[in-house]
Structure formats: structure tokens, C-alpha cells
């Protein structure tokens, strides 16, 4: 059954959701959530529209663009920028990002893309958000929802392309409903999704990639 998730139009000041940041205890109910959350995105194929709202330095007025993602566990993507064009495509074996203003595509292994440090892993269905991140409880701006849950999520392992990440997470289903990217200079890159669909039908074709005659292809780390 196809569910929307009401996206606020603003960025007013933070709601709390606890007092602090203290690391959660093993077994208590927001790390049952991540749990749940985990065995979402594992388990399942899902689509939703995103908006993104890129920060270029912290404080500045962000970069704003919409778009399409669609997700088939494990580890197949496809997101797709409405303006731009920009595709990423990852089929299980490589991974396409395609830029048809600049007239190119880089190609890169599935096993690159996979490595832990890579935010996008955990919406694909790959690694394990229990263990690779410390779990604490935040207050990151307005909640998209009043019943929605923000969690900060700092990385335990090295190499790491973000500092840390913000997931907010609709309490009673565990559906990422806002993933925020934190940057090495604290920059936010920040996803909210709507007209989410768990258990959405995908073609398999949608998970593949034909280069487009004419352009430039890069392999990176080939």
C-alpha cells in the first residue's frame, strides 16, 4: 500500500528528542528501532520521491534538487535527479554515475561502493548500521513528523567519506524518513523521502545501466 511522508517546507529551530547525546545502552528501545530499521532495508525492495537540500559550507543556503530513488536489497540502486539528469545506478557488480550535462560516466566496482565508509551502503541494503556506529539520541532541527525519532549515528570504523550521520525514523514502521550526511567540515547533506513504498514491484531493468553513446567514460579504481 502506497504511504506518504509529509516533508516540511522550513528549517525552524531544533525539537528535542532527549536530553543529550548519551550512548544508548545495548538492548534499549531506540537500538531495537535501528535493529528494525536494519531488517528493513535488508529485506525488501522500496521507492520513494527525495529532496535533497545540499549545504556547500555549514550555515549556507543549500543547494536544492528532487529526484526518484528506488532500491531492490541487496545492494541494487537507482536514483535519478528530475533537473539534471544524473543517474546512479548500481547493479550488484558496478556501479554508474552518470552526468549528461558534463557528458560522462563514471564506473566504479559494486565492491568499492560497499565499503563501510560509504553513507549510501546502509540504503541499499548492505553493512550493518549495529555495528559499525556508536547510537546516541539528538535533536537535529524540526522532525518531519511529531512521532518521528532522530538518531546521531558516529561511525566506528576508519576511512570514512562523512564525520557522522542523522537518520530520522518514523517510530511505528522504522522507515528512514530523512538521512543527513555530515561532512568533514560539518557541511549537511541532507535526504528527505516521500511517497515511500516498501515492498514496491521493480523491473529488474531498472537496475541497469547502457552507456549512452557519445560520452566519456571514467573507470575508477578499475
Known amino acids: 500500500m502506497r504511504r506518504r511522508v509529509m516533508m516540511a517546507g ?8 532527549c536530553a543529550g547525546a548519551a550512548a544508548l545502552a545495548q538492548g534499549s528501545p531506540v537500538e531495537e528501532l535501528l535493529s528494525r530499521v536494519q531488517d528493513n532495508y535488508r529485506g525488501q525492495s522500496m521507492s520513494a520521491r527525495f529532496e535533497q537540500r545540499q549545504e556547500t559550507r555549514p550555515g549556507m543556503a543549500p543547494k536544492i534538487g528532487t529526484g526518484s530513488w528506488r532500491m ?20 550488484g557488480e558496478k556501479v554508474y554515475w552518470y ?10 566496482s559494486q565492491g568499492q561502493f560497499a565499503q563501510r565508509g560509504n553513507a549510501l551502503l546502509y540504503l541499499s541494503g ?39 550521520l542523522v537518520l530520522e525514523v518514523e517510530a511505528d514502521t522504522a522507515i ?9 567540515f560539518g557541511e549537511a547533506n541532507e535526504f528527505r523521502f516521500a511517497d ?4 514496491a514491484d521493480l523491473a529488474d531493468e531498472l537496475f541497469q545501466f547502457t552507456i549512452p553513446p557519445g560520452v566519456e567514460v571514467e573507470n575508477l579504481g578499475n
Open 176 to 184: 528512514i524518513a530523512r538521512l543527513v550526511i555530515f561532512g568533514v
Open 10 to 17: 522550513a528549517l525552524p529551530a531544533a525539537v528535542a528528542l
Open 126 to 164: 548492505q553493512g550493518d548500521l549495529r555495528e559499525d556506529f556508536a547510537v546516541s539520541g539528538t535533536e537535529w532541527r524540526t522532525k518531519l513528523a511529531p512521532g518521528n525519532i532522530q538518531l546521531r549515528l558516529d561511525p566506528l570504523v576508519n576511512d570514512t567519506n562523512f564525520s557522522y
Open 99 to 108: 552526468l549528461p550535462e558534463e557528458k560522462q560516466v563514471h564506473v566504479s
Open 72 to 91: 531492490r536489497a541487496p545492494g541494487r540502486v537507482r536514483l535519478e535527479y528530475d533537473d539534471t539528469g544524473r543517474t546512479l545506478v548500481t547493479d
Open 196 to 199: 515511500i513504498e516498501p515492498g
